[in-house]
């Protein structure tokens, strides 16, 4: 495989400034807390000890940090959004801190000041961020004018996520080949030349066994990378890894990324997120409830039956918009729906009552779902739970939006609400279950707001 240079530059850059900035984030703590306004908050009690044995023990923190940061993946993927790269950053820092106190249990012949510790876990990542993301503004130029890009060329049908995916890399130069034949292997392999390619990437290509090998033997011959993305991606996208547990390799399906420790902290997040939020708004939510009662006749709340995770049904609360006999005149009107697809929505629905419409504009009265999130029924964020007769008319394609617990609010929600088509909408949902981070569920609950009262598609 050939080495490219702009790899070579971006691992020594980032790995050279991550051994010289833990240095200076632990020179930092010392000196902030033995020399600066701390000590007013906190008194230097014992006196203040010689940075010599912190030196030493730089000599154990560096090599660690340096393979937990190999570990989360610091020096392979570098171009990651800003929230990603700090909460990826946190996670790090904070893995190495707790393994150096552990270290210290062990170390009797010095003291080491558990304050110093604290204040070197927020200066490492304080200045790790920051370095990262000046990195990527200068670089991105660098990149382009001076030092120069990795070529990879694109052969085979056209596939949207991996287009999505190398943009995201500015190190990357990517062609696209007009010729995906195997007849016209002579062909892409004149423009590898040509363009100087150090990767070949074959997406849905029907390539003969015999013209697969031999373009695998041209490319290793010329120390070409050459990769493949199967069909099943699109089905599977990010969920497949290489298992060669059996001595040869196997492509193995992994269960999606919100399992395991992801499903808990995510749960975690929601208990405490939603009661919060419940115990903040309980004035307004009694308000509501009444003014709602005033209104029409009926409960403020409405209940009704949806499926959600895995096919499981529960009881979905909202504050109830429409007449109190609303379920019962459904029928009358769904062939006036105004979206395609297993699914109703009518802009000007005369079941709605007049608070009902004021309450939808704004969403105010998906509220009621906080007590969904508490049961366990829904996440904060995720695809939206369906009613029952949507959720049968599901295709396979469409069911994958039951693996996970529906959400209050999702990726659909803030980019457009009701006025996405049903594939648009499921299209989202799947992005959403095979991309999930905390940073995606983060940015997703910051811009829910800001779709709310921009009132697009609220009806």
């Known amino acids: 495989m050939r080495l490219n240079r702009s790899k070579i530059i971006i691992f020594l850059t980032l790995i050279t400034a991550d051994i010289g900035l833990i240095f200076l984030a632990l020179i930092s703590a010392y000196n902030l807390r033995f020399f600066s306004f701390l000590t007013s908050f906190f008194p230097v009690t014992k006196g203040i000890p010689a940075f010599v044995f912190y030196q030493h023990a730089a000599l154990f923190i560096v090599p660690l940090w340096i393979f937990i940061f190999f570990r989360f993946n610091f020096y392979k993927t570098y171009f990651i959004p800003a929230l990603d790269e700090i909460i990826r950053t946190v996670q790090a820092v904070t893995i190495g801190i707790v393994f150096l106190i552990l270290a210290t249990f062990f170390y009797r012949e010095f003291s080491f000041s558990r304050l110093v510790f604290f204040v070197f876990w927020a200066t490492s990542i304080l200045y790790i961020f920051a370095f990262r993301e000046v990195f990527k503004l200068i670089f991105r130029g660098l990149l382009r004018n001076i030092i120069g890009r990795e070529s990879i060329l694109v052969v085979g049908k056209e596939n949207e996520m991996l287009k999505i995916v190398l943009k995201r890399n500015p190190h990357l130069q990517v062609y696209y080949s007009p010729y995906d034949e195997e007849s016209h292997i002579e ?108 209104d029409s006749q009926g409960p403020s709340i409405y209940s009704h039956k949806r499926m959600g995770y895995r096919g499981q049904t529960f009881n979905f609360y909202k504050f109830r918009t429409m007449v109190q006999d609303a379920d019962a005149q459904l029928e009358k009107f769904k062939a006036m729906s105004e979206r395609q697809g297993p699914v109703f929505k009518m802009s000007n629905d005369p079941r709605i009552t007049k608070i009902g419409k004021f309450l939808r504009k704004y969403s105010i009265d998906e509220l009621p779902q906080l007590i969904n999130v508490l049961k366990g029924d829904m996440s904060l964020v995720g695809p939206r739970p369906q009613v029952l007769w949507e959720a049968a008319a599901y295709d396979d394609w469409a069911k994958r939006r039951l693996r996970i617990l529906p959400g209050i609010t999702g990726l659909w929600q803030i980019s457009g609400r009701a006025s996405l088509s049903y594939e648009e909408m499921i299209e989202l949902d799947i992005f959403y279950i095979e991309n999930w981070s905390l940073g995606l569920d983060l940015k997703i609950l910051f811009m829910t707001l800001p779709a709310i009262f921009g009132k697009k598609g609220a009806y």
């Open 187 to 294: 062909k892409i392999k004149n423009t590898v030349s040509e363009k100087k390619v150090n990767q070949v990437i074959l997406t849905k290509t029907n390539w003969s066994e015999n013209a697969l090998l031999s373009m695998y033997d041209w490319c290793e011959s010329a120390s070409i990378d050459l990769k493949f993305v199967p069909d099943i991606v699109q089905l599977c996208r990010g969920e497949i890894s290489i298992d060669s547990s059996l001595g040869i390799p196997i492509f193995h399906l992994k269960s999606i990324s919100l399992n395991g420790f992801n499903f808990i902290f995510k749960r975690i997040f929601d208990v405490f997120a939603s009661s919060l939020i419940l115990i903040l708004l309980s004035p307004l939510l009694g308000l509501i409830a009444v003014l709602i009662k005033f």
